[in-house]
Nanobody, 124 residues
Framework: QVQLVESGGGLVQAGGSLRVSCAAS????????VGWFRQAPGKEREFVAS????????GYADSVKGRFTISRDNAKNTAYLQMNSLKPEDTAVYYC?????????????????WGQGTQVTVSS
């Protein structure tokens, strides 16, 4: 079992920045790939970014490429999503998720463990 807890969400103006964190406990976090997903009101959950267990490989949705950066610190059992140049359409609940090392990527079905989410609101 892996328990995930997101934090760092909040209200920010358009053009601003925010960093959300995902703290893990339980099984060895460093052996899991991590993904960030988001869900806006009335919309389906969508992929935002992913990072491999080693941190060497990352992937991004086109909508956030160049603005968001995913990273992880396995010594601290924590993953991060740095969000810059935020837009009102980035408003959503952001979830982190963990997948075994051979799974993950942009497909939510590949992730076995999920956090409870953190709200990010971008005002215009």
């Amino acid at each position: 079992q892996v328990q995930l807890v997101e934090s760092g969400g909040g209200l920010v103006q358009a053009g601003g920045s925010l960093r959300v964190s995902c703290a893990a406990s339980g099984r060895t976090f460093s052996s899991y790939n991590v993904g960030w997903f988001r869900q806006a009101p009335g919309k389906e959950r969508e992929f935002v970014a992913s990072i491999s267990w080693s941190g060497y490989n990352t992937g991004y949705a086109d909508s956030v490429k160049g603005r968001f950066t995913i990273s992880r610190d396995n010594a601290k059992n924590t993953a991060y999503l740095q969000m810059n140049s935020l837009k009102p359409e980035d408003t959503a609940v952001y979830y982190c998720a963990a997948a075994p090392s051979l799974m993950g990527g942009s497909y939510s079905s590949q992730y076995a463990y999920w956090g409870q989410g953190t709200q990010v609101t971008v005002s215009s």
